[in-house]
């Protein structure tokens, strides 16, 4: 679901929406991950994404492994930002600092990101991931680069 609606993003057709749209294929790992966008609001700079924990995910002790938990932190701060971009641009994630809560099982997650401060190429992002309980399984904040996409 995207705040408001569509016609609110035409001033944002960058790759996110192309992927939103069904223009392009997302990327490998979000579908590895299980990511679905349930809300965004480029103006606000947040979004709320859901993730369908699987346990292909799993570690030895049958929970989901941190890597996976951090991949689904920045497949949440970062699309909070690429949504606000125009067509050409990206921004890749120059730092990303994961501070793991509790254990996350099998199941639906949810990452809540935002934008906690843009300028013109660096930006500051936080975020965290629940579970199907609401209970903080893990935050983040992560600092990325706007840059043009090179093929």
Known sequence: ??????????????????????RV????AAVTLGWELVEVDPAAGTIE???NAGE???????????????A???DTLGPALVATLPRGQFAPTLDLHVQFLRPARPGRLRGHGRIVQRGRQICFLSGELTD?????VATASATARIQAMTG
Do not use: K, W, Y
Request: net charge negative.
């Open 49 to 51: 994404v859901a993730f």
């Open 72 to 74: 689904m932190l920045d």
């Open 25 to 28: 294929p997302p990327p490998p």
């Open 1 to 22: 679901m995207v705040a408001g609606s569509l016609r609110d993003m035409e001033t944002h057709r960058g790759l996110f929406e192309e992927i939103q749209a069904g």
């Open 56 to 70: 292909h995910l799993l570690n030895p002790v049958g929970v989901i492994q941190g890597g996976f938990l951090a």
């Open 132 to 136: 199907a309980r609401g209970g903080l």
